[in-house]
């Protein structure tokens, strides 16, 4: 190899670094708003079974609110990768955004699944399925984001979060399996057992969808590792 090839190798792995520390920012202001969408779903569901059906429109206007925020984010880091054509791993950037986000749309939706069960009141044993839901996908997005903050500099504590989030899915895998045989085995009207069904399905896939977005972290981190 030539100096001059040397030359342009060098300012080609430099300029290919800075896009990956600037899309490693972004992501993580990415993660942090999509965890704030996690936990205010958290605080609305529990407002629901508590039976305060007037701060319904309020949770779902910050969701909403969120969702435009982490939509904002994403489209930003998109536009990185698309220009970032010496990045290396830019399509696991690509896969760790794109998931990432559909936790803060899967947020919204089942703020929407709610609007429709307003009238409803759980009893203790439906609170107590969508208490361990909640318990699983929130500790499956907060070890996502935790994997994302130290993908900068500890790959190692990086993959290690990672490899948490997949505990927390099959938690959530769990809770989700027992909350619909609890629905079919219960007498509830076919409209409401649809919605209940529906909120559980999309609390599920949120920790579907972290764990997607913990295993493209996991890709990039091992890759950064000398």
Known sequence: MTLAQRSVKVTLESSGNRAEYKAIAIAQDHSSVVLQAAKALR????DWMDGHKERHKDHFNKL?????????????????LS??????RRSDYFRLVMRT?????????????????EEFKP??????????????????????RQSIMFLEQNSDKAVEFAMQVDLAERDADSAHRGFTQFLYRSNLE???????????????EIADAAEDAADAVRIIAIARVP
């Open 43 to 46: 605080v609305m569901i529990e």
């Open 64 to 80: 909403a609110k969120l969702e435009r925020k982490a939509d904002s984010i994403k489209r930003t880091l998109l536009d990185e």
């Open 83 to 88: 220009v970032s054509e010496t990045m290396l």
């Open 101 to 117: 986000d559909d936790i803060a749309d899967l947020c919204e939706a089942s703020a929407w699944d709610l609007s429709g069960l």
């Open 123 to 144: 009893d203790a044993k439906t609170r107590k399925h969508f208490t361990a839901l909640l318990d699983a996908l929130n500790d499956a997005v907060f070890k996502m």
């Open 190 to 204: 076919v409209t409401v057992l649809l919605r209940l069904k529906d909120l559980g399905q999309h609390l599920e």
